[in-house]
């Protein structure tokens, strides 16, 4: 396993608790849209055994043409030790990143693509947009919704609806308003349905779409094979 140490070029504020954390590009490393790497804090491999609490499963939320690895996460005032040090960190810090993997590339299957997430879910996503709006081949149209209860949207430039390009954004604020949306999307009988956020999250979209008559294989996640028949058996 190759463990890539990198630096922070540059931090965004996104919303009051939400932050992106731009890397440099390590050489030779590559990932496409939809990927998710292990992100370690300095000090996770001192030991022994690596220490667990300093690394978390995040997703990449660039593309490799804008020549920054992006992580976006929330960091709330009240915090796991991991999120308490990433706040304390500060441009030309090192940290590590290793394990990348995509679970939810773009499909091009000449289909209508839904992007169903949650909150900062939607950093996910934000490469598969950029993918589609720069090459729209064998995908349909793409509409994305996205709930937030702090109403603090997130990347509000590129989730913005463009008709011309056949991509359409909403955001809502209520889980009412969140599910009867999905559920007026769901009519679409052959579309895709990607869906990112909590565990609990996705069960519950699982379980409306397969109420709607979604199969199990119009369903994406991002989750690793091994895993998806927890959430998708029969």
């Known amino acids: 396993m190759q463990i890539y140490w990198t630096k922070i070029n540059k931090i965004i504020?996104?919303?009051?608790?939400?932050k992106t954390y731009l890397l440099d590009c390590?050489?030779?490393f590559t990932w496409e849209e939809g990927s998710h790497t292990h992100f370690a804090l300095e000090g996770f491999n001192a030991g022994e055994k690596p220490n667990r609490s300093l690394i978390r499963h995040m997703s990449i939320s660039t593309l490799p043409n804008e020549h920054s690895i992006g992580i976006t996460t929330r960091i709330r005032e009240q915090c796991s030790e991991f999120k308490s040090i990433l706040r304390s960190l500060t441009i030309g810090d090192e940290?590590?990143?290793?394990?990348?993997?995509?679970?939810?590339?773009?499909?091009?299957e000449n289909k209508n693509?839904?992007?169903l997430s949650s909150g900062v879910g939607l950093a996910t996503f934000r490469p598969l947009v950029l993918e589609y709006i720069e090459r729209a081949d064998n995908v349909n149209q793409i509409h994305s919704l996205n709930i937030d209860s702090s109403k603090n949207f997130?990347?509000?430039?590129?989730?913005?609806?463009?008709p011309d390009?056949?991509?359409t954004s909403q955001f809502v604020s209520t889980r009412k308003d969140y599910y009867e949306e999905v559920k007026t999307l769901s009519a679409d009988k052959d579309g895709l349905f990607y869906v990112v956020g909590s565990n609990e999250f996705l069960v519950q979209n699982i379980e409306l779409l397969r109420g709607q008559g979604i199969k199990p294989e119009q369903i994406v996640l991002d989750k690793h094979e091994?895993?998806?028949p927890e959430f998708l058996s029969e």
């Open 26 to 28: 390590p050489e030779g």
């Open 226 to 228: 091994q895993q998806l």
């Open 154 to 162: 997130l990347f509000t430039t590129i989730f913005e609806s463009a």
């Open 165 to 167: 390009k056949k991509f």
């Open 113 to 115: 693509v839904y992007l």
């Open 13 to 18: 504020e996104e919303t009051p608790e939400v």
């Open 95 to 108: 940290v590590a990143i290793f394990k990348t993997h995509s679970n939810v590339p773009l499909k091009r």
